[in-house]
């Protein structure tokens, strides 16, 4: 995704919030990644709203033949199957590292 100001790449985070009844709640907004330029538009986007937009752009995009159809289908299960298959790598690999981290973490602290 791309920011319709400046071009440069939207990023997502998640952000934890407490409810008054103690519950954390999680919540993803999203901004331009030169969001602290000077002159740029000091916008957070929540999840839900960047949904809506991909669902409207989806309702313009009507592919009537059948068979283009199942292979447009096909290709993004394929590309986000391809996706979370990497996510899961990168996470098990920061979470190799985690403890060689910690164990350096820990002893500069005690110098
Ligand atoms: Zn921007």
């Known amino acids: 995704m791309r920011c319709t100001h400046c071009e440069h790449v939207v990023t997502a985070e998640k952000k934890l919030k407490r409810s008054p009844k103690g519950a954390t709640n999680e919540h993803v907004y999203s901004r331009c990644s030169q969001y602290n330029a000077p002159d740029h538009s000091r916008i957070w986007i929540t999840e839900r709203t960047i949904n809506d937009q991909f669902v409207q752009l989806f309702e313009r995009l009507r592919v009537e033949d059948l068979e283009v159809r199942e292979w447009l289908v096909a290709v993004i299960r394929a590309r986000a199957s391809a996706g979370r298959q990497q996510n899961a790598q990168h996470r098990a690999e920061l979470e190799r590292q985690k ?10 602290l005690n110098l």
């Open 99 to 108: 403890p060689r981290v910690e164990f350096k973490l820990q002893t500069l």
